[in-house]
């Protein structure tokens, strides 16, 4: 059967956190979890071509897995009791008809993120596990080398493994001292499914989705929290405009060519919804609401042109003074440059350069072409624009800032059009 291997990747980047969320569930432990589930792909890769792909293949895997657990610890010369009982509890629901727990899922992410871990591990475990990212793709989303991750993943396995942490939802009293990074990941996760870091596709609908439910559980849970509906906010703002974010051959649509009535209402509405729940609570605005915010901004404008740029710029620059980085400074020169023009945009950006900021990195290049673009800066745009699509993992963004230097090489006076046009 053709196209197995791709359809085994489909299957794991859309069941594969649940698969793993199960089995740590029923073996206690996270990186033995991870193990078998792959161990099971590996066995649909051979059996799914000769048998044909099962009605639930995220059942499947955990069938095949929870049978190779308990095949495993039978080989043990020495089984203790916890392990003879664990065997007799998988033996009896090998066979049962898999259902996702949404909550396992959730503990998962709360077990990655233990405070015994470094923030670092946390992320990275959590995006390798929970999110199923390949290394490659955790190391290009923090612009470190691919082995940095690899070691950050295998000692969060084992500092999991030496500490005894259990596979278990934490006490409330503990949910403070995590949900910061709990948020971080859970965000973390829907950008890539916003704008996927690697491959053929825009977006990974199924991760921000997943991201997205995760999110309302937290919130749920932590009504009180600020920064969790703040968190929500952002993504229902986000996600309100997936249906408009690609043509149907999947190429980009960025946000000043979407079509706004496209964008989903509804979803809007939750959005400033569960904005207005954090103001609510009094405390101020953190960095996810800020950032909430100024999604809103966009939201509700009827045009691009139309949109409150001079708001978002303010909103950007509190946004540096709470949370300084790179990134956020980038985001604010092209509002800059939306609001007062591309010169004092340009400095900006400069600036970052002469820092030697997002090294590496496809996003500073990017926008630096289209400041140059209009500017009338034309040869040094195309320059900045190809250095770019070098540095982009993503094939369609590659294409999207090829087909744009191409165009103005070819001296298209619509090319130079493009202010704002890297925001999607």
């Known amino acids: 059967m053709n196209g197995i291997p791709a359809r085994v990747d489909a299957v794991w980047r859309i069941d594969g956190a649940r698969v793993v969320a199960t089995l740590a569930k029923l073996t206690g432990d996270v990186g033995l979890a991870e193990d078998l589930a792959q161990e099971a792909l590996v066995e649909a890769l051979r059996q799914w071509p000769r048998d044909g792909v099962p009605d639930n293949p995220g059942g499947w895997l955990t069938a095949v897995a929870k ?42 992410v709360f077990t990655a993120c233990h405070p015994v871990l470094s923030r670092e591990a946390q992320v990275a475990l959590t995006l390798r596990v929970v999110a199923g990212l390949s290394t490659e793709e955790i190391a290009r989303m923090y612009f470190v080398p691919v082995a940095t991750v690899q070691q950050r993943i295998v000692r969060a396995k084992k500092t999991i493994e030496a500490a005894r942490l259990p596979f278990a939802s934490p006490e409330p009293a503990e949910w403070k001292e995590r949900l910061a990074g709990v948020l971080g990941v859970v965000y973390l996760v829907f950008t890539e499914g916003y704008a996927a870091t690697t491959g053929r596709e825009w977006m990974r609908p199924e991760l921000a989705n997943e991201a997205l439910r995760l999110g309302r559980t937290i919130a749920a849970l932590l009504p009180r929290e600020p920064e969790v509906h703040g968190l929500v906010a952002l993504m229902e703002f986000q996600a309100a405009r997936f249906a408009a974010r690609t043509r149907p051959d999947g190429t980009p649509v960025l946000l000043t ?44 404008a009827p045009t691009a042109e139309a949109t409150d740029w001079g708001r978002i710029v303010l909103l950007y620059e509190a946004l540096g003074r709470l949370a300084p980085n790179p990134v956020v400074e980038l985001n604010r020169a092209a509002a800059v440059s939306m609001a007062v023009g591309p010169a004092s945009a340009l400095r900006i950006v400069d600036e970052l350069v002469a820092q030697g900021a997002l090294r590496g990195s496809h996003l500073l290049p990017s926008v630096r072409g289209e400041l140059l673009a209009r500017l009338g800066r034309t040869d040094e745009a195309v320059a900045e624009l190809t250095t770019a699509a070098g540095l982009a993992g993503n094939d369609r963004e590659r294409d999207v800032l090829l087909a744009k230097a191409g165009r103005l090489r070819d001296g298209d006076p619509e090319a130079a059009d493009g202010g704002g046009r890297h925001v999607s």
Do not use: N
């Open 67 to 108: 049978r190779r657990a308990i095949d495993a610890w039978r080989r043990r010369e020495r089984l203790d009791d916890r392990y003879r009982a664990i065997a007799a509890t998988l033996e009896e629901s090998a066979d049962d008809a898999w259902e996702p727990i949404d909550d396992d899922v959730l503990r998962l």
């Open 257 to 300: 060519d979407q079509d706004r009535t496209r964008w989903d209402r509804a979803q809007i509405g939750r959005g400033r919804a569960a904005l207005a729940r954090a103001d609510g609570l009094g405390r101020g605005r953190g960095p996810y609401a800020l950032q909430a915010a100024i999604a809103e901004c966009h939201a509700i």
